[in-house]
């Protein structure tokens, strides 16, 4: 690709107080989105506050002092919009979209819900039960309980990531309102927090605006990020299998540590690597496995990065009768290429594909404002362009030797997720009948 698009916003700011401000202009936008990110999640949290982040998250729009609960949600919906919010591991984002005529009159009120958050004792224990119920009902979500198991597994106890976001209901609910609100003061802090605004809106107006809104001093001291300890890294070939009542096949994920974000060059190298390997149908284990053979229902292969490390995954749904062999395939697949390499044709088509799935990723303002504070979060928004840069960059022979790096075929983590042997043992009884 000679020319690459220029993705980085218009208007970057940093205020006095420390808040990052990120604006991009859509002239043609009628709606405006504010995305408010906080750099505290499930990383920051002790064993014993387990989903601290993820209740605080909830318990932000029970409103302060000068809003009442559901106040934040009537003055936003009640003009149209939308607001809602997200935690993970390294952030806290929240987030509404508005017209853009609106925003002078909205962005008050999710300033004040977010930066002054009341935590009232009532609304604390009301809430508990929802998030209680959330966590209930992530149980039975069999996609959420394989992820799960692959952090479980591939990170242990001892490192947050391997920990639910959520909670769990022991440590819930043993969080206080006056913990959450010390939380809150300790992180929720301008030098923490980014606030990114993108859609129909004039630059220079909106940084006042948001400076008024955000720009004012923290409410007590900073805290600090708990020591972290290093990432596992499996001596051999870890397993974990569990079963589930629901599921018809199996749900199973390979996983190897790789890197941190601070090692981005690599990070971009990986994210190629998993593309060639399973992203796309003409992709080699999707081909292979899916399209020719038949052994897998769904596989596809993907990077995840993380502050403190990250994971190179192949995910597949299967037959539990075909495990044995698609793991043997992926494992010379895997060899293969770290022995062949790849054609500079399987660059350059994965090179395509990772650079229109970022474009086609910030179409809309509410695509660009998650887009920027994840970057801006995580890694520095600069990233975005020197990400579309390095994927021009790498060469066939530098993605087998990130292959050769860490995908070793002798030190990896399995997380297995097989049907109950009953439902199974129903499931083959109907394949047999429908013969």
């Given at each position: 690709?000679?020319?690459?698009?220029?993705?980085?916003?218009?208007?970057?700011?940093?205020?006095?107080?420390?808040l990052?401000?990120?604006?991009?202009?859509?002239?043609?936008?009628?709606?405006?989105?504010?995305?408010?990110?906080?750099?505290t999640?499930?990383?920051?949290?002790?064993?014993?506050?387990?989903?601290?982040?993820?209740?605080?998250?909830?318990?932000?729009?029970?409103?302060?002092?000068?809003?009442?609960?559901?106040?934040?949600?009537?003055?936003?919906?009640?003009?149209?919009?939308?607001?809602?919010?997200?935690?993970?591991?390294?952030?806290?984002?929240?987030?509404?979209?508005?017209?853009?005529?609106?925003?002078?009159?909205?962005?008050?009120?999710l300033?004040?819900?977010?930066?002054?958050?009341?935590?009232?004792?009532?609304?604390?224990?009301?809430?508990?039960?929802v998030?209680?119920?959330?966590?209930?009902?992530?149980?039975?979500?069999?996609?959420?309980?394989?992820?799960?198991?692959?952090?479980?597994?591939?990170?242990g106890?001892?490192?947050?990531?391997?920990?639910?976001?959520?909670?769990?209901?022991?440590?819930?609910?043993?969080?206080t309102?006056?913990?959450?609100?010390?939380y809150?003061?300790?992180?929720?802090?301008?030098?923490?927090?980014?606030?990114?605004?993108?859609?129909?809106?004039?630059?220079?107006?909106?940084?006042a605006?948001?400076?008024?809104?955000?720009?004012?001093?923290?409410?007590?001291p900073?805290?600090?990020?708990?020591?972290?300890?290093?990432?596992?890294?499996?001596?051999?070939?870890?397993?974990?299998?569990?079963?589930?009542?629901?599921?018809?096949?199996?749900?199973?994920?390979?996983?190897?540590?790789?890197?941190?974000?601070?090692?981005?060059?690599?990070?971009?190298?990986?994210?190629?690597?998993a593309?060639?390997?399973?992203?796309?149908?003409?992709?080699?284990?999707v081909?292979?496995?899916?399209?020719?053979?038949?052994?897998?229902?769904?596989?596809?292969?993907s990077?995840?990065?993380?502050?403190?490390?990250?994971?190179?995954?192949?995910?597949?749904?299967?037959?539990?009768?075909?495990?044995?062999?698609?793991?043997?395939?992926?494992?010379?697949?895997?060899?293969?290429?770290?022995?062949?390499?790849?054609?500079?044709?399987?660059?350059?088509?994965?090179?395509?594909?990772?650079?229109?799935e970022?474009?086609?990723?910030?179409?809309s303002?509410?695509?660009?404002?998650?887009?920027?504070?994840?970057?801006?979060?995580?890694?520095?928004?600069?990233r975005?362009?020197?990400?579309?840069?390095?994927?021009?960059?790498?060469?066939?022979?530098?993605?087998?030797?990130?292959?050769?790096?860490?995908?070793?075929?002798?030190?990896?983590?399995?997380?297995?997720?097989?049907?109950?042997?009953?439902?199974?043992?129903?499931?083959?009884?109907?394949?047999?009948?429908?013969?």
């Open positions: 690709m000679s020319r690459l698009p220029r993705l980085l916003p218009a208007y970057t700011h940093r205020l006095n107080s420390g990052r401000v990120i604006l991009h202009p859509v002239p043609i936008a009628d709606s405006a989105t504010v995305d408010v990110w906080v750099q999640g499930g990383r920051n949290e002790p064993p014993q506050w387990l989903g601290i982040s993820h209740f605080l998250e909830h318990m932000v729009f029970k409103g302060s002092e000068r809003l009442a609960p559901g106040e934040l949600d009537r003055a936003i919906e009640g003009r149209g919009g939308i607001t809602n919010a997200a935690t993970g591991q390294d952030y806290t984002h929240y987030y509404m979209t508005v017209a853009a005529a609106d925003l002078p009159e909205t962005l008050p009120y300033a004040e819900a977010v930066l002054r958050a009341g935590i009232p004792p009532e609304e604390v224990e009301r809430e508990r039960q998030v209680l119920e959330e966590i209930r009902r992530a149980a039975d979500d069999l996609g959420y309980i394989t992820y799960q198991l692959l952090m479980e597994t591939a990170y106890e001892e490192h947050p990531y391997g920990r639910p976001v959520l909670g769990r209901p022991e440590t819930l609910r043993q969080l309102p006056e913990l959450l609100r010390a809150h003061r300790g992180w929720y802090r301008p030098e923490y927090m980014t606030v990114v605004v993108t859609g129909g809106i004039d630059p220079e107006q909106t940084l605006l948001v400076e008024k809104e955000f720009g004012g001093p923290a409410r007590g900073a805290w600090t990020r708990p020591p972290i300890p290093p990432q596992p890294h499996p001596q051999g070939i870890l397993r974990r299998e569990s079963t589930h009542v629901r599921l018809e096949q199996a749900r199973l994920k390979l996983a190897w540590p790789t890197v941190s974000l601070d090692a981005w060059e690599q990070v971009c190298g990986l994210e190629l690597l593309a060639v390997l399973g992203d796309g149908r003409t992709s080699r284990l081909h292979l496995l899916r399209e020719q053979r038949g052994w897998v229902r769904a596989i596809g292969c990077s995840l990065v993380l502050k403190e490390g990250g994971l190179f995954c192949i995910s597949a749904q299967l037959e539990v009768e075909d495990l044995p062999r698609v793991e043997a395939t992926l494992l010379h697949e895997i060899e293969k290429l770290q022995q062949d390499g790849i054609g500079q044709a399987e660059l350059e088509r994965a090179r395509r594909m990772l650079t229109h970022l474009l086609f990723s910030a179409e303002p509410s695509q660009l404002a998650s887009l920027y504070g994840y970057y801006e979060t995580l890694v520095g928004v600069q975005l362009q020197e990400y579309l840069e390095l994927l021009q960059a790498f060469t066939p022979a530098q993605i087998r030797e990130l292959a050769q790096q860490y995908l070793s075929p002798e030190a990896y983590v399995v997380a297995l997720l097989k049907p109950a042997a009953s439902n199974a043992a129903a499931a083959s009884e109907l394949q047999l009948a429908c013969r």
